[in-house]
């Protein structure tokens, strides 16, 4: 991607760095959230009590719908937590 100001023509590069989403090492741009890691890996983010795939909704934090698992801690909400390289992730289940 490229950005052109008045005072010249520069590149910008976004830095990429590699996650792990149930098992498949996804690589994502630098300050990309764990909601969006999930979905390029195209699952959901959790199951509902009665089985149905869900996924971010608000985007902030208050729905609690995007919540994974990142390095062994629970119930952590993707949308609010940008991606760390070599972050584990397990999500869908």
Do not use: K, W, Y
């Not at 498949?24 to 990309?32: K, Y």
């Not at 996924?55 to 760390?84: A, D, K, W, Y």
Request: include cysteine.
């Amino acid at each position: 991607m490229s950005a052109t100001s008045r005072f010249g023509s520069d590149t910008l590069v976004a830095e990429q760095i590699t996650v792990t989403v149930n098992g498949i090492l996804v690589v994502v741009a630098d300050g990309t959230t764990v909601a969006v890691a999930v979905l390029l890996q195209g699952t959901s983010c959790r199951r509902s009590v009665s089985g149905q795939p869900r996924g971010p909704l608000c985007g902030m934090g208050i729905c609690f719908e995007c919540r994974v698992e990142i390095n062994g801690t629970p119930h952590c909400r993707s949308c609010q937590i940008v991606c760390e390289s070599g972050m584990e992730i397990r999500a869908g289940e």
